[in-house]
């Protein structure tokens, strides 16, 4: 008889058997959240200043975000996209209220939103010159981030993330961020498209002046290309704003979101104006999963709480003294604090040092962040969150930078 196999029940050794190697994860583990606070599985309380990478934007179970998800749960989960389901509808109607004429295809991240708004640049180019595979190029910016799959990836032009994927999914340029000339100058006859985030998050959270902005959508116009704009980490209220480029006036071409969407239930979307919303057709993209009725509840109920508590409001009044705040943090530690950058609860510390021994150091102070590339710190607190849990958040990075003062 051989001998049974050990039963493994703590939570460490279960990844360390069976969970892929592939993220440097923190020795911890969450079992239970409310509103900005999670909690491990020693007890344990900490304020979650990730919300799960710019995800959980109402905080962890909002009554009324986990009412509707368990009202739909019960009531119907999934149909495909061969049907009709009348979550989806009412949200492409309230992401179109947002984002202005378009329309909406759903799918399931947000690295699928990109790899979808890649694809429309594709047919972009084709109605454009005539010929398939001719007019392909997208113009992305230095360290931009646009996800994992090999369209993003390929667009992502960051060695860490491309290195051992070659050959890469042909036709990306790269520009200099908020150097207008630096894209216009690499536009030519075979040119699709212009892809940027409104402010890149994993490259350092590093914003998009206004008059970049301005200056890209005449760039396209001029020259008849799509301005997409990637706002998987920075939309949905997370600055203030419903989308972030709202801050400069622009209406982009396409616009993928996810991440908040959600508010924790996985769910993307693109926008598409109603002038290239016609380029899909059917049969030319799809996915099983996408907007589903319980995915769509779960978004509808993000959009409810948003609106009906006055978040995005709420975001820009809080997030002003907070900022100012961490400000002063970098007025009064300047060896390890060199800039605060960012807008409404998408903050980053750049530090002038490696992150790492702060992010582990803060969260043994109770205070949970993420780093983000070139030494920052991004903060992210949930768009609920109160004066008085910001506060917090301040003290405990002001202990952290005294103690390693
Ligand atoms: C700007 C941006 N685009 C795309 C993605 C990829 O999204 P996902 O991880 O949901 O595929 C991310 C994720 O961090 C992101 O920040």
Redesign the pocket.
Known sequence: MSTPSIVRTNTADLYDAHVLKNYARAPLTLVRGRGAQVWDDAGNAYLDFTSG??VSALGHCHPHWVAAVQRQAGELIHTSNLYRNPNQGELARRLVGYAGPGRVFFCN??????EGMIKLSRLHGVAKSGVEGKCIKVIVAKNA????MFG?MSATPQEKIQKGFSPLVPGFAVGELNNLESFASQVDADTAAILV?SI???GGINPCTPEFLLGLRKLCDEHNLLLLV?E???GIGRTGNFYAFEAAGIRPDAI?M??GLGGGFPI?AIWISERHAELFQPGSHGTTFGGTPLACAAGLAVLDVIEREDLLAKVRQHSAPWIAALQQLATDFPAQLATVRGRGFLVGLQLTGDPAPYVAALREQGLLVVAAGNNVIRVLPPLTATPAELARSVEILRAVLVAKA
């Open positions: 990478i710019a991240s947000g690295g699928e939103a990109d981030f646009h996800g994992r993003g985030e890149q998050g994993e990637d998987v980490q920075c993928a996810a991440k993307g």
